[in-house]
């Protein structure tokens, strides 16, 4: 897991207006770039609502990493490739059988 100190240099990546906050709608993006795999609707669980309009409410790091926190928690939501992969991952040879 990234530091704190990591974490908000990733989240003023987004800082679009130089403000310390970002837009709700950013809250998923930021915690995928962080190294997350959460669903949108983990994001709106975590974060307590949800944002469908860019503009409707910036929230500060302090507000966004409890967030953060919670869904690092959660158990991992796995993408397509990761779950198509994951028979394999196992193997010690890409060669190798399993009975």
Not at 3 to 32: A, C, H
Not at 36 to 44: E, F, I, S, Y
Request: net charge negative; with cysteine; glycine share 6%.
């Amino acid at each position: 897991m990234p530091s704190q100190d990591q974490l908000k240099e990733i989240f003023n990546l987004y800082d679009e207006e130089l403000d310390g906050k970002i837009d709700g709608t950013q809250i998923g993006d930021v915690v995928r770039a962080a190294g997350l795999k959460p669903t949108n609707a983990m994001v709106t669980k975590a974060s307590g609502q949800e944002f469908k309009r860019k503009g409707e409410k910036r929230i500060t790091f302090e507000e966004w990493l409890p967030i953060f926190e919670q869904l690092s928690k959660e158990k991992a939501s796995f993408s397509r490739t990761s779950f198509v992969f994951l028979p394999f991952s196992s193997m010690s040879s890409p060669f190798a059988c399993h009975p």
